[in-house]
């Protein structure tokens, strides 16, 4: 079955410090990844995402995730964290088939202390 | 110009009412979603239209309706509102067919049930 779990519910740095937010998949086939982030009240806004070729990815607002095949692995970082970070991020796999179908991880909180 | 709008924003309403929430999006895309958010922050996928056929109906109730009139529209209609229907509804559009892209998200319809 098709599934992402987000290991971290809540994760809180200083800012300046660096972040890295953990996503593990289980797909069939290659997988499409993305990361899509949550402001408060807000919808959601892709950060980046990894179709195929070069497995680390740049994104928006400076961050980075890398695919990692062998560990079914799509971890988000970014070197040093701004308090305007602070956000709920979600992992998507997908899409499935022809349908376009995500499958979303139950997200991380991300708290940043001044 | 805002890619995915959907409308309202927030929706108050009592129990046992019909209630309906618009998506419009101007992508050009040619699949369009529902997703639901619960309390939990949990995104599912409720819907997926494809040039205004069902593609996926991940078992709601068939109190919740989508109607598409055309690819650039997915509105939702819920019948006979319940408590546990309180939540957070997404709307998104993609390019599913020949040569997937990245969902576009709605910034959501708060739905409050009283």
């Known amino acids: 079955a098709q599934s992402v779990t987000q290991p971290d519910i809540h994760i809180t740095v200083s800012e300046g410090a660096s972040l890295e937010l953990r996503c593990n998949y289980s797909?069939?086939?290659?997988?499409?990844l993305f990361w899509y982030v949550q402001s408060p009240g807000q919808g959601l806004q892709l950060l980046l995402k990894?179709?195929?070729?070069?497995?680390l990815v740049q994104g928006i607002k400076g961050f980075e995730a890398e695919f990692k095949r062998s560990q079914s692995s799509f971890n988000l970082r970014k070197p040093s964290v701004h308090w305007s970070d602070a956000a709920e991020y979600f992992c998507?796999?997908?899409?499935?088939?022809?349908?376009?179908?995500?499958?979303f991880g139950q997200g991380t909180t991300l708290q940043v202390k001044p | 110009d805002t890619a995915v709008s959907q409308t309202p924003k927030y929706l108050v309403t009592q129990m046992g009412n019909d209630k309906s929430i618009k998506c419009e999006q101007n992508?050009?895309?040619?699949?369009m979603y529902w997703y639901k958010q619960d309390s939990k922050k949990f995104l599912k996928i409720m819907f997926s239209y494809n040039n205004k056929e069902l593609i996926i109906n991940e078992t709601v109730p068939n109190r919740f309706s989508p109607k598409s009139p055309d690819k650039a529209h997915l509105n939702l209609h819920i019948n006979s509102l319940e408590l546990g229907d309180s939540a957070v509804y997404f709307c998104?559009?993609?390019?599913?067919?020949?040569?997937?892209?990245?969902?576009?998200f709605g910034q959501g319809t708060r739905l409050t049930v009283v």
């Open positions: 992508l050009g895309h040619d699949t």
């Open positions: 998507a796999v997908g899409p499935s088939g022809n349908t376009g179908k995500l499958i």
């Open positions: 797909y069939g086939a290659t997988p499409y």
């Open positions: 998104a559009s993609s390019q599913a067919q020949g040569g997937y892209t990245e969902a576009f």
């Open positions: 990894y179709f195929s070729g070069d497995t």
